[in-house]
């Protein structure tokens, strides 16, 4: 393809690129919409392609980052996910840090999302020309003590928050000001590293994170904007502390502002918010209008939830199922399970979720799938989902290491709370962490390109992916007239787009005479590297969740492709894999349980062959004299199943 | 024993020497007496202190230093901030406040300064450090480079600008299950076909993550289908279609449909990129030479070794 300036004669070839060799009757309109001036990219395939990124990576402007001793800016985060090596903490005498770390492959897309919230108290506690740096507020700050993670935390709970009045008050800064040159600053570091030459080897997004604790729960949001048009300043849980004012805020300042902003907002840690990031009570708002109001509004800004990353996974668990459920357990969900022991919310709410096991509850609308099925209870009631939930995965890297989500070289994702073996291996007291926690995952698009438009756009459409670190291609199309012999033909993804839609969206209405919805699954694992072969695939699993008219709730995983039996395992003196298993998967399967009058979700679960968890790795690296407790702890599983899940295509009665 | 009010040491009276048995009692008293006596110490030098406290109410700073003048510009100044924290303009009462807030601090600072106080103190040191890097950084000369150092940056790192080879490619897949018979001969087969007019996109079994790649180079076609197929694929004839070639899923048939061969981009291709590393370069080069200059003019003294 030539390279083409012109933003004209980029859309002119785009309309011709995009006869992907029959008409789609569902996209008239290009693709995606191009909101930014940039060279074409040279890699553009209308068929999409798989981008792996991270959309949750926070740096020394985050106030835990830096009380962590993390010293890495968002230019380094940047740096290092698109290859190049950083250093972090511990730091040496003249403040540079004596590990070096680096990605074996560089990631397709980022977002640095540090805590705007307090952005401006940061800045004035670091910058020694600033009037309140020597106030016991910032002095204690610096000293990077627990207590100030707490007590900085604690800012983040209350509904009615106030600013650190020896830092904001009348005494102390212009916070409104500061908090805006940190946020120049970060749209200049995002800008810096964004490539817009033909190459488009490496696409960067504004984005900060709103961090709200109310009530000791995590109902945090990474906010990331489409492109470089955004709000003066981040929206933060001081000036909207609950997440229906961070809405509707949005939709005002962004995306119905007539300036070409376009943003979404991706929920994560749902695994820890004890039932309130997927609470349905519409801030006690009894009129329907109102609900549906609410729940448009939700669906709109927040089409995406993050699945899996540092503490834990939020896709299912084994003992909070859908009151009402019947499902036998699946085993598979105590992979990285953080809270498998707690008292359960039932319908409720509860508090603490944030502060460490023994407090608060779990829900089961804490995960995906619980979610996913409250989601179409509303629809049934309301009209509207709320939760029509595409999912992604990414760190939460406080060390600005976006997408070091590998398990064998992993160095902790806190700062100096996880910089030994020995810190990671030890169970968390206060907040969550220690061994309970993970190298977290990565984010995946399908796209046409690697550009801003192409995967913001994905990500709006919910054609999304998580993985639990590898690189594994996941597709997943829904339809009504894929043909059996689908896994065998080269077309196979020009026909699942031609005939169906793909993960994210909802099926199209039955044509008369179909009797059940057809699905195509297939995979590719992580390709071996010079150094690094990947790890086979085990299997490929649909997951399917429905509702019947009398509101009864149902859930199954059904087995698709590949071989759950096929014995592979772990050698765990040496972690070396052992047994076969599948370089690809392809699977064309129909629903046998399909009802036409039932609402239904279904998504795609890749699962690798077993491998050694991080931990057992450490633990092997260790001389046996200095392996800690958990090392031989029976209860902390020593291997895992990585994995990847794809968005979920939605049926509608 | 040091007292922390004033420089002079207070002696503890010295240690009563041993007894012998029987006279535990006498050792209890002269004990209390050492202890009384050993606080009388204290008093005294708490007395020694204070004294010197009263002393210190006496100004230190001399001559020039002793004169403060608030400007009619700065009493405004500190009205406008009063107005901006408060949110309304101050009464006359309150500018007064605040102009004679501003001379206390500004009198607490210089007898600060005329007793040293800054010395010792680790933040003062380092911001007065900052402060004199920001003064070198200052001088660092801004006008842009000129097109002549552009070029020679660049002809100077020309080898780390050198861009890889990259190439486009077309490519039929085949699952390693999939073959039955001989590989070599299955693949002459499909290339026959292929040179013969065959569609790829007819040929072969399903690959998800695409069909034709565009301008990669070797790094990135690892990432898609595992190092040993980019080796092999890096080097391969162009519009030819060879195979199989391995990868990690199968075998595979390609096409090198074009190639760039390692190249050094345009000047201008790479020119923000240069200007960046060139202020970059001229501000470590001021900041060392400042630093030299000013090294030679002190005396310095190391220990050996």
């Given at each position: 393809?030539?390279?083409?300036?012109?933003?004209?004669?980029?859309?002119a070839?785009?309309?011709i690129?995009?006869?992907?060799?029959?008409?789609?009757?569902?996209?008239?309109?290009?693709?995606?919409?191009?909101?930014e001036?940039?060279?074409?990219?040279?890699?553009?395939?209308?068929?999409?392609?798989?981008?792996?990124?991270?959309?949750?990576?926070?740096t020394?402007?985050?106030?835990d980052?830096?009380?962590?001793?993390?010293?890495?800016?968002?230019?380094?985060?940047?740096?290092?996910?698109?290859g190049?090596?950083?250093?972090?903490?511990?730091?040496?005498?003249?403040?540079?840090?004596?590990?070096?770390?680096?990605?074996?492959?560089?990631?397709?897309?980022?977002?640095?999302?540090?805590?705007?919230?307090?952005f401006?108290?940061?800045?004035?506690c670091?910058?020694?020309?600033?009037?309140?740096?020597?106030?016991?507020?910032?002095?204690?700050?610096r000293?990077?003590?627990?207590?100030?993670?707490?007590?900085?935390?604690?800012?983040?709970?209350?509904t009615?928050?106030?600013?650190?009045?020896?830092v904001?008050?009348?005494?102390?800064?212009?916070?409104?000001?500061?908090?805006?040159?940190?946020?120049?600053?970060?749209?200049?570091a995002?800008?810096?590293?964004?490539?817009?030459?033909?190459?488009?080897?490496?696409?960067?997004?504004v984005?900060y994170?709103?961090?709200?604790?109310?009530?000791?729960?995590?109902?945090?949001?990474?906010v990331?904007?489409?492109?470089?048009?955004?709000?003066?300043?981040?929206?933060?849980?001081?000036?909207?502390?609950?997440?229906?004012?961070?809405?509707s805020?949005?939709?005002?300042?962004?995306?119905?502002?007539?300036?070409g902003c376009?943003?979404?907002?991706?929920?994560?840690n749902s695994n820890?918010?004890?039932?309130?990031?997927?609470s349905?009570?519409?801030?006690?708002l009894?009129?329907?209008e109102?609900?549906?109001?609410?729940?448009?509004?939700?669906?709109?800004?927040?089409?995406?939830m993050?699945?899996?990353?540092?503490?834990?996974?939020?896709?299912?668990?084994?003992?909070?199922?859908?009151?009402?459920?019947?499902?036998?357990?699946?085993e598979?969900?105590?992979?990285?399970?953080?809270?498998?022991?707690?008292?359960?919310?039932?319908e409720g709410e509860g508090?603490?979720?944030?502060i460490?096991?023994?407090?608060?509850?779990?829900?089961?609308?804490?995960?995906?799938?619980?979610?996913?099925l409250?989601?179409?209870?509303?629809?049934?009631?309301?009209?509207v989902?709320?939760?029509?939930l595409?999912?992604?995965?990414?760190?939460?890297?406080?060390?600005?290491?976006?997408?070091?989500?590998?398990?064998?070289?992993?160095?902790?994702?806190?700062?100096?709370?996880?910089?030994?073996?020995?810190?990671r291996?030890t169970p968390?007291?206060?907040?969550?962490?220690?061994?309970?926690?993970?190298?977290?995952?990565?984010?995946?698009?399908w796209?046409?390109?690697?550009?801003?438009?192409?995967?913001?756009?994905?990500?709006?459409?919910?054609?999304?992916?998580g993985?639990s670190?590898?690189?594994?291609?996941?597709?997943?199309f829904?339809?009504?007239?894929?043909?059996?012999?689908l896994?065998?033909?080269?077309?196979?993804?020009?026909?699942?787009?031609?005939?169906?839609?793909?993960?994210?969206?909802?099926?199209?209405?039955?044509?008369?005479?179909?009797?059940a919805?057809?699905?195509?699954?297939a995979?590719?694992?992580?390709?071996?590297?010079?150094?690094?072969?990947?790890?086979?695939l085990?299997?490929?699993?649909?997951?399917?969740?429905?509702?019947?008219?009398?509101?009864?709730?149902?859930e199954r995983?059904?087995?698709?492709?590949?071989?759950?039996?096929?014995?592979a395992?772990?050698?765990?003196?040496t972690?070396?894999?052992?047994?076969?298993?599948?370089?690809?998967?392809?699977?064309?399967?129909?629903?046998?349980?399909?009802?036409?009058?039932?609402?239904?979700?279904?998504?795609?679960?890749v699962?690798?062959?077993?491998?050694?968890?991080?931990?057992?790795?450490?633990?092997?690296?260790l001389?046996?004299?200095?392996?800690?407790?958990?090392?031989?702890?029976?209860?902390?599983?020593k291997?895992?199943?990585?994995?990847?899940?794809?968005?979920?295509?939605?049926?509608?009665? | 024993?040091?007292?922390?009010?004033?420089?002079?040491?207070?002696h503890?009276?010295?240690?009563?020497?041993?007894?012998?048995?029987?006279a535990?009692?006498?050792?209890?008293?002269?004990?209390?007496?050492?202890?009384?006596?050993?606080?009388?110490?204290?008093?005294?030098?708490?007395?020694?202190?204070?004294?010197?406290a009263?002393?210190?109410?006496?100004?230190?700073?001399?001559?020039?230093?002793?004169?403060?003048?608030?400007?009619?510009?700065?009493?405004?100044?500190?009205?406008?901030e009063q107005?901006?924290s408060?949110?309304?303009?101050p009464?006359?009462e309150?500018r007064?406040?605040?102009?004679r807030?501003?001379?206390?601090?500004?009198?607490l600072?210089?007898?600060?300064?005329?007793?040293d106080?800054?010395?010792?103190?680790?933040?003062?040191?380092?911001?007065?450090?900052?402060?004199?890097?920001?003064?070198?950084?200052?001088?660092?000369?801004?006008?842009?480079?000129?097109?002549?150092?552009?070029?020679?940056?660049?002809w100077?790192?020309s080898?780390?600008?050198?861009?890889?080879?990259?190439?486009?490619?077309?490519?039929?897949?085949f699952?390693?299950?999939?073959?039955?018979?001989?590989?070599?001969?299955?693949a002459?087969?499909?290339?026959?076909?292929?040179?013969?007019?065959?569609?790829?996109?007819?040929?072969?079994d399903?690959?998800?993550?695409?069909?034709?790649f565009?301008?990669?180079?070797?790094?990135?076609?690892?990432a898609?289908?595992?190092?040993?197929?980019?080796?092999?694929?890096?080097?391969?004839?162009?519009?030819?279609?060879?195979?199989?070639?391995?990868s990690?899923?199968?075998?595979?048939?390609?096409r090198?449909?074009?190639r760039?061969?390692?190249?050094?981009?345009?000047?201008?291709?790479?020119?923000?990129?240069?200007?960046?590393?060139?202020?970059?370069?001229?501000?470590?080069?001021?900041?060392?030479?400042?630093?030299?200059?000013?090294?030679?003019?002190?005396?310095?003294?190391?220990?050996?070794?």
């Amino acid at each position: 393809m030539h390279k083409l300036t012109a933003s004209w004669l980029v859309v002119a070839a785009l309309t011709i690129s995009c006869d992907n060799g029959g008409k789609s009757t569902r996209e008239q309109a290009p693709p995606f919409v191009r909101t930014e001036s940039r060279e074409a990219c040279s890699d553009y395939d209308a068929l999409k392609r798989p981008l792996f990124g991270d959309l949750h990576v926070h740096t020394a402007l985050s106030f835990d980052s830096y009380i962590w001793d993390n010293r890495n800016i968002p230019e380094d985060a940047y740096r290092f996910g698109r290859g190049e090596a950083i250093r972090l903490e511990p730091l040496d005498a003249d403040g540079h840090g004596t590990r070096v770390v680096q990605l074996e492959r560089p990631l397709d897309f980022m977002a640095d999302t540090d805590h705007a919230d307090l952005f401006a108290e940061v800045q004035a506690c670091t910058d020694p020309r600033s009037r309140v740096y020597d106030s016991d507020r910032c002095v204690v700050f610096r000293e990077g003590s627990t207590s100030s993670t707490v007590a900085w935390g604690m800012s983040l709970v209350p509904t009615a928050p106030e600013r650190f009045p020896a830092v904001c008050g009348k005494s102390g800064i212009d916070c409104a000001a500061a908090a805006g040159d940190v946020w120049g600053g970060v749209q200049r570091a995002a800008e810096l590293y964004y490539d817009r030459t033909a190459s488009c080897r490496f696409t960067t997004f504004v984005g900060y994170e709103w961090s709200g604790a109310n009530n000791l729960s995590s109902i945090h949001r990474n906010v990331i904007f489409r492109n470089a048009e955004v709000p003066a300043l981040p929206i933060t849980h001081f000036e909207q502390p609950l997440p229906e004012g961070l809405w509707s805020a949005l939709e005002e300042q962004c995306l119905d502002a007539g300036t070409g902003c376009d943003v979404l907002a991706i929920p994560h840690n749902s695994n820890l918010s004890n039932g309130r990031l997927f609470s349905t009570d519409y801030l006690g708002l009894t009129d329907i209008e109102d609900q549906r109001s609410q729940a448009r509004r939700r669906a709109r800004v927040e089409p995406l939830m993050e699945v899996f990353q540092h503490k834990g996974e939020s896709e299912c668990s084994t003992q909070f199922p859908f009151p009402g459920l019947q499902a036998g357990p699946d085993e598979l969900c105590a992979f990285e399970e953080q809270r498998p022991v707690a008292d359960n919310c039932g319908e409720g709410e509860g508090i603490g979720g944030v502060i460490g096991s023994g407090n608060g509850c779990v829900s089961y609308r804490d995960f995906l799938r619980g979610a996913l099925l409250r989601g179409m209870a509303e629809e049934m009631r309301l009209g509207v989902n709320p939760f029509r939930l595409g999912v992604i995965a990414s760190t939460d890297t406080h060390n600005a290491t976006p997408g070091a989500a590998e398990e064998d070289r992993w160095q902790g994702h806190s700062g100096d709370q996880e910089d030994t073996p020995v810190k990671r291996l030890t169970p968390a007291s206060l907040l969550p962490g220690g061994l309970a926690n993970n190298p977290g995952g990565l984010a995946g698009v399908w796209a046409e390109e690697n550009s801003r438009d192409a995967v913001f756009a994905a990500l709006a459409r919910r054609e999304t992916f998580g993985t639990s670190g590898p690189r594994i291609a996941p597709r997943f199309f829904g339809g009504w007239r894929y043909g059996g012999d689908l896994c065998a033909n080269p077309d196979l993804v020009r026909i699942g787009y031609r005939d169906g839609v793909a993960m994210g969206g909802e099926l199209p209405k039955s044509p008369g005479g179909a009797s059940a919805p057809v699905f195509v699954a297939a995979a590719l694992r992580d390709p071996d590297l010079t150094d690094r072969p990947g790890t086979p695939l085990q299997r490929i699993q649909i997951v399917k969740g429905w509702i019947d008219a009398d509101g009864t709730p149902h859930e199954r995983v059904f087995d698709v492709a590949g071989n759950a039996s096929n014995g592979a395992s772990v050698d765990l003196d040496t972690c070396e894999p052992r047994g076969t298993g599948y370089d690809e998967l392809c699977s064309v399967w129909s629903d046998p349980t399909f009802e036409p009058s039932q609402h239904a979700y279904y998504y795609a679960r890749v699962l690798e062959n077993p491998t050694c968890r991080w931990s057992t790795r450490e633990c092997l690296a260790l001389a046996p004299e200095s392996r800690p407790p958990a090392c031989s702890d029976p209860t902390i599983l020593k291997t895992g199943q990585e994995r990847a899940w794809t968005s979920p295509i939605w049926y509608e009665p | 024993m040091e007292s922390v009010l004033s420089d002079e040491k207070v002696h503890a009276p010295p240690a009563p020497e041993r007894r012998t048995r029987g006279a535990a009692p006498a050792i209890a008293i002269a004990s209390v007496v050492l202890a009384i006596a050993a606080l009388g110490s204290l008093a005294i030098a708490r007395v020694n202190a204070s004294r010197r406290a009263a002393d210190a109410v006496t100004a230190h700073a001399v001559g020039d230093a002793r004169h403060i003048e608030v400007s009619a510009a700065a009493a405004d100044a500190l009205a406008r901030e009063q107005a901006r924290s408060n949110g309304t303009q101050p009464s006359a009462e309150l500018r007064a406040l605040a102009i004679r807030d501003h001379v206390d601090r500004e009198i607490l600072y210089r007898e600060a300064q005329a007793l040293d106080l800054g010395r010792d103190d680790p933040i003062v040191k380092r911001r007065l450090i900052q402060k004199m890097e920001a003064l070198i950084e200052a001088a660092v000369p801004d006008d842009p480079p000129t097109d002549a150092e552009v070029s020679a940056w660049f002809w100077a790192h020309s080898a780390e600008l050198e861009q890889p080879t990259r190439v486009s490619l077309t490519h039929v897949f085949f699952r390693r299950d999939r073959i039955d018979g001989d590989l070599e001969r299955v693949a002459a087969e499909a290339i026959a076909a292929l040179e013969g007019g065959a569609a790829p996109s007819s040929m072969g079994d399903p690959f998800v993550r695409g069909s034709t790649f565009a301008a990669r180079n070797r790094d990135e076609l690892a990432a898609i289908f595992g190092a040993e197929f980019a080796a092999r694929v890096l080097d391969s004839p162009e519009k030819k279609w060879v195979g199989p070639i391995p990868s990690s899923y199968g075998w595979h048939l390609v096409r090198v449909d074009a190639r760039e061969g390692a190249r050094l981009p345009d000047i201008a291709e790479v020119r923000p990129r240069v200007v960046a590393a060139l202020v970059n370069e001229r501000r470590e080069r001021t900041r060392r030479e400042t630093l030299d200059r000013l090294r030679s003019q002190y005396e310095i003294v190391t220990p050996p070794g």
